[in-house]
């Protein structure tokens, strides 16, 4: 995740997060990223059942349960193995978390072991009888994914309706109080709607929007044509960090991140700059607390039927099963070559990447993504879009 709020507006100081020693376990949430420890915020697709058909869904869920997903009991063994392992947040995602009727007892019981629980959503579950059992067994947050705006979000979704019914699960959210923000998967296809989506959130007093750069898995990976180029990237991202400042400018301030593509956090350094040159040393610093991609370090995945990956999206490659051992256990195991490499990435990139300047503070980006699209995991990704003169170390 790289907050452009954080970053470039100044919302965040490299103080900030020393002011907690940098450790998982007392940072607040806005500051996660910037721990020293690294301990896993671990996604759990805890279904394969969704109510949507979304075009673009990197799990392929389906509008049935898988047969082997994880008991409730289970799901609490899970669960305790992962607080007491240290993990600071659980993100319940799917399919869609709410197709699980154990969804509210199974967060309830994070909470009570001292995790943060939030869900990814696609909002239309969301009843205002729905949103005060979240907000009373202590839900952090809630991400409600969006596409754009109602012809182009049903679109993705395909349902009719969708649009209308996150809404709706956005503002009973609201009602009952607890935190809830967009998240936005940019694609060629909907990048016009970006001022849409800022404009929602200044309208509706949404506090935060997550912007995710296409990642080729799931479904997804059907779409590598539809993915924008580098240009049309840089201007994404400037445009992002435009409107960003716009609605900081004017009081209005937001949390905006872009997520999955590290290429953006030299990106935002390097036009600072360009315009305030002390703020850019310290978003250095930010940057360099951050370490930039963390698959299979900062954070995991556990798929509905147990097995343990590097990241959500990396779901063809297993390094076991929490039915078989513990997830802390499974995570920890260095005697798994991929797992080892993953801990330690700048050592085997190659290409541009392994010359890169950015490397420490980048973390070599996606792997999966370079996977999908060469067969190689270590290549380039391919979606950095930085130019070679920008990434030229001449030290």
Known sequence: MIGISKLYCGTVEPSD????????GKLPSHLLQFSSDKRPVV?????QKCNLKCIHCYAKATAKA??????TAEGRALLDDLAQFGSPVILFSGGEPLMREDLPELAEYAVQKGMRAVISTNGVLITPEVAKTLKAIGLSYVGVSLDGMEPVHDHFRGVAGAFQSALKGIRNCQEAGIKVGLRFTINRYNQAEIPEIFHLLDEMEIPRACFYHLVYAGRGSKLVEEDCSHAETRVIVDRIMDMTKALHDAGKSKEILTVDNHADGPYVYLRLLKENPERAAEVLELLKMNEGNNSGRGIGCVSWDGEVHADQFWRH???GNVRNRPFSEIWSDLSNPLMKQLKEKKHHVTGR????????ICGGNFRVRAEALTGDV???????YLTDDE????S
């Open 66 to 71: 898988a047969k082997n997903e994880l008991t």
């Open 353 to 360: 990447c392994a010359a890169c300047r950015w490397l420490d």
């Open 43 to 47: 996604v759990w697709n805890m279904t």
């Open 378 to 384: 270590w290549a380039p990704d391919p979606a950095c």
């Open 391 to 394: 990434i030229r170390n001449d």
């Open 17 to 24: 997060a020393l002011r907690y020693g940098r450790m998982s």
């Open 317 to 319: 490659y297993s390094f």
